[in-house]
């Protein structure tokens, strides 16, 4: 069975410009979230996609967002980009009625 | 709002020994889970045990085993025999079973970076 997969791996963009980052979730699993990771702040929680509805969000600017396809595959995009936006981003996706949570490999976002 | 407090940024052992990482939380909620994750250079989070609040009895994962106190709110994990492929950081995180503004959310401590000596 094939796990999370995010893509891409790696990404260097420009202050100011958008960037569009994407999550395929494992085969049956329809809930999606997105966490940031930086050295300074930890791991932190964005949102949560369940059957294409964002049910939860966290402490994040509006240039933060998100959506889910009907087939669960999820992305989330960061408009206007700030160099404090450079971080790992974390993709994880959980069954109905389960609580773990199963991650991706990330994608490494560098903004310079 | 639910905090997860990890005290030691690093710990060390010796291949073969065992170590024990300690986590605390802060809630006011009664159903809730408690996760260990590893994630390695590799930088994927793995999952490595769970621990769900209303059950007494400590889980265990092979080599992996948890000390769950609820009344102290303390969720420490124990890993026996280590192995070199155990090095990594390990995060404790916190899930509501509440539903609502809980949804699909952890809640990470800061992590621990453990190392292990051959």
């Known amino acids: 069975k094939a796990g999370v997969t995010q893509t891409p791996r790696y990404l260097i963009k420009t202050r100011g410009q958008q960037v569009t980052l994407s999550c395929s979730p494992i085969?049956?699993?329809?809930?999606v979230s997105w966490y940031q990771q930086t050295p300074g702040q930890g791991l932190q929680f964005l949102f949560e996609?369940?059957?294409?509805?964002?049910?939860n969000k966290g402490n994040f600017p509006g240039r933060f967002s998100g959506r889910q396809f009907s087939n669960s595959r999820s992305e989330m995009n960061v408009s206007t980009l700030e160099l404090g936006d450079s971080a790992l981003y974390l993709c994880?996706?959980?069954?109905?009625?389960?609580?773990?949570?199963?991650f991706g490999q990330g994608t490494r976002l560098t903004v310079v | 709002a639910q905090t997860v407090t990890q005290s030691q940024p690093e710990m060390s052992v010796q291949e073969a020994e065992t170590v024990t990482l300690s986590c605390t939380y802060d809630?006011?909620?009664?159903?809730?889970?408690l996760f260990w994750y590893k994630q390695p250079p590799s930088r994927q989070m793995i999952l490595v045990i769970r621990?769900?609040?209303?059950?007494?009895q400590n889980a265990t994962e092979n080599r992996f085993s948890v000390n769950f106190q609820k009344a102290a709110k303390s969720f420490s994990l124990k890993i026996s025999d280590s192995q070199l492929g155990d090095a990594a950081m390990y995060f404790c995180?916190?899930?509501?079973?509440?539903?609502?503004?809980?949804?699909?959310?952890?809640?990470f401590g800061q992590g621990t970076i453990l190392t292990v000596h051959p």
């Open positions: 994880a996706s959980s069954l109905p009625g389960y609580p773990e949570a199963f």
């Open positions: 085969s049956g699993h329809r809930s």
């Open positions: 996609y369940f059957s294409e509805t964002q049910r």
């Open positions: 809630t006011s909620e009664s159903d809730y889970y």
């Open positions: 621990q769900e609040a209303y059950k007494q």
């Open positions: 995180a916190y899930r509501s079973d509440a539903g609502g503004t809980s949804y699909g959310k952890l809640t």
